[in-house]
């Protein structure tokens, strides 16, 4: 094996597609190249391991984790690769192909096919969907999605070393082979239950036992907005026991999405914190400070007051249900109706 260094010079992106990683079992490597890319055009070849990031060593770093972490490095990308020497040439008998860095098919290494899944959640694999919380993003998922070409160094054999049959046709399986949800297919069996397409490449998720692509899955179970009643596929913003697409709950005056900020209902509508003050904000005329949404008050004299602001301007005993006189704006309690103030 042959180590070197290469140096990117940024801005992104740098011409390459990551595999592998800690939560794949399997090393970093380069699994694609953009034909003129940065990463091309350094010496980068498909099939190189990675060995460090910027400086750190990316063997413990799961898929995500490298990815964030070339994200991270701005301007310039310093990549430790290492490279396994062109064997001999000798002839031998033509067999299967064994795994290899260059030979795992696309779909096990993916990061849009990879992100989509949860191994802890094989009841209900989408998340996207289920957070309770304000808007809901999409997360860093580990794959539950394994490949093979040819099995390993069995020759053919399953993980648990026994020919892998598929779970669809109940056929022994030669050749390249998908482990999905703990079963085996051919590739071109390992379909979407509604519409037929063959799930290889772009994600799946699977509900109540039924395996769909991401558009049947949208139409059967994404949540519809309150506002515009389409169905929600990317972020959900929970508010008012509902469902709402982020862009579809904004403040009523300024327009914009209110996402995991305070908000105020007038007739019907929502305001964030700045134009709900600035539109139905009032003052106590007692303390000078703002009466806020929940606060108790009362309407006097043409003001509005805090319940325990509306005291007797000479003895401060609460006027709140009381008779009162007035006197130059002021609340006067009936001992006090005729004093100076």
Known sequence: MDSFKVVLEGPAP??????????????????????????????????????????????????IEAQNKIRACGERLSLGLS????AESKQQKVGPPTPSPTSRPPWAVDPAFAERYAPDKTSTVLTRHTQPATPTPMQNRT???QAAAGGGPGGGSGSNGKTPVCHQCHKVI??????????????????????????????????????FCPPCYDVRYAPSC??????????IMHALKMTWHVHCFTCAACKTPIRNRA???????????????????????????????????????GFSW????????????????????????????KSHAFSHV
């Open 306 to 333: 805090h319940d325990t602001c509306f005291v007797c301007a000479i003895c401060q005993i609460n006027l709140e249900g009381k008779t009162f006189y007035s006197k130059k704006d002021k609340p006067l309690c």
């Open 14 to 63: 740098w011409g390459f597609r990551l595999q592998g990683g800690k939560d794949f079992n399997v090393p970093l490597s380069i699994s694609r190249l953009t034909p003129g890319g940065k990463a091309a055009q350094a010496g980068v070849a498909v099939g190189d391991w990675v060995l460090s990031i910027d400086g750190e060593n990316a063997g413990g770093l799961t898929h």
């Open 143 to 145: 794959s539950i999605v």
């Open 263 to 301: 908000f105020y209902m007038e007739e019907g509508v929502p305001y964030c914190e700045r134009d709900y003050e600035k539109m139905f904000g009032t003052k106590c005329r007692g303390c000078d400070f703002k009466i806020d949404a929940g606060d108790r008050f009362l309407e006097a004299l």
């Open 83 to 86: 490279r396994a020497q062109p």
């Open 226 to 235: 309150a506002k515009c009643k389409k169905k929600i596929t990317g972020e």
């Open 174 to 211: 030669r050749g390249r082979y998908l482990v999905a949800l703990g079963h085996a297919y051919h590739p071109e069996e390992f379909v979407c239950s509604q519409c037929g397409k063959v799930l290889e490449e772009g994600g799946f998720f699977e509900e109540k036992g039924s395996i």
